[in-house]
């Protein structure tokens, strides 16, 4: 009697590792595919590929615009084409974060020197004080040598539409902040073909702007945000194919 209960026990256990087993194993598989496409090629987090700055679900592209730089040239968006650039808005008078945000720049600037496929534009947000020739004295004083680092000045109203609407960073007068005018001190990633980039964050959205007021020999501020001006250098290479 026992031994045919032990076959029909064999039995049972064969029909079970017949049947379950495989669809056992196959959900690990399944499961293991699922933990892997999470760090695969097509995930942003995983291989660090910069995002697009989306409204309303398509690519933000920095809007046509035309001013005069520091040497008093009219320069526009076009003259950035196939250049990847970083844009601002500060103004030359600034007591603040202005000139963290120049030096930080120019850091970048001499650390990518000799690729004429990187520049910079710096949108004054004081137009009526920062003519063009101001803008060259405020360059040469802060060493900028970047023939496409264009310091830019023109009509205010042009000026604030570019930053509050184009850009989406903020930008206004204001008689009782220090200087006159408020801004928050980022800085915009733009590639060659004029489009807003940036990395993703930890949880895989995109940071949007790069922190400018902090500099790569203080780390962090005195909130305990860390500087951002390393990864934005890692990402311009990135954009520029100079990966290292």
Request: with cysteine.
């Amino acid at each position: 009697m026992k031994k045919y209960s032990y076959v029909g026990i064999s039995f049972i256990i064969l029909v079970f590792g017949i049947i379950f087993i495989p669809k056992i194993v196959n959900r690990v598989k399944k499961t293991s595919v699922v933990k892997n496409d999470r760090m695969s090629a097509d995930n942003p987090v995983a291989n660090e590929k910069l995002a697009y700055i989306k409204i309303n679900g398509r690519p933000k592209k920095v809007p046509d615009f035309a001013f005069l730089n520091q040497d008093s040239i009219t320069v526009t968006n076009h003259d950035y084409k196939g250049k990847v650039y970083v844009a601002e808005f500060f103004f030359t008078s600034c007591p603040t974060i202005c000139p963290k945000m120049t030096r930080n720049l120019v850091y970048l600037q001499n650390e990518l020197k000799g690729m004429d496929n990187f520049g910079v534009a710096s949108f004054t947000i004081n137009p009526r004080f920062d003519t063009p020739r101001r803008l060259k004295t405020y360059a040469d004083n802060y060493g900028v040598t970047n023939q496409d680092w264009h310091m830019l000045t023109g009509d205010r109203e042009d000026i604030y539409e570019l930053a509050n609407a184009g850009f989406n960073i903020y930008a206004a007068e204001n008689p009782n902040v220090p200087g006159g005018f408020e801004h928050n001190g980022y800085f915009a990633l733009i590639d060659q073909d004029g489009y807003i980039r940036s990395r993703y964050d930890a949880s895989g959205n995109p940071i949007i702007y790069y922190r400018g007021t902090i500099g790569v020999e203080e780390k962090k501020d005195q909130n305990g945000e860390e500087e951002q001006i390393t990864i934005l250098l890692k990402d311009i290479k990135k954009l520029m194919n100079k990966d290292e």
